[in-house]
């Protein structure tokens, strides 16, 4: 069983930058290919970025490319998202996910991962 805590998420301007943090806890956690997923109020979840154990692969849906940067810590029990110029459209609650790492990352940020987090605010607003 994996577990999965994230924090960092807030209120925020827009052009600011925040920093989500995902906290991973159960067995072989180098096996597993994590993500970060959005879902803002009438709107569907929508994978944000995800990111492979395996080959360091990364992901972005197109509306945060060059803006998000999902990255491991060196432990691989903690993956940050950072998020810099951010708009009021990335307005949502963040989770992190997780899934064996059998899959492309492109595919686990369309699939829905196996595992979650309870997720986390944030609000991009002035």
């Known amino acids: 069983q994996l577990q999965l805590v994230e924090s960092g998420g807030g209120l925020v301007q827009p052009g600011g930058s925040l920093r989500l943090s995902c906290e991973a806890s159960?067995?072989?956690?180098?096996?597993?290919?994590f993500g970060w997923f959005r879902q803002a109020p009438g709107k569907e979840r929508e994978g944000v970025s995800c990111?492979?154990?395996?080959?360091?692969?990364?992901y972005y849906t197109d509306s945060v490319k060059g803006r998000f940067t999902i990255s491991r810590g060196n432990a691989k029990s903690t993956v940050y998202l950072q998020m810099n110029s951010l708009k009021p459209e990335d307005s949502a609650v963040y989770y992190c996910?997780?899934?064996?790492?059998?899959?492309?990352?492109?595919?686990?940020?369309?699939?829905?991962?196996?595992?979650w987090g309870q997720g986390t605010q944030v609000t991009v607003s002035s």
């Open positions: 996910a997780a899934s064996l790492d059998l899959i492309t990352v492109q595919d686990m940020c369309v699939l829905s991962p196996d595992y």
């Open positions: 159960g067995f072989r956690l180098d096996t597993y290919a």
């Open positions: 990111i492979s154990n395996s080959d360091g692969n990364t």
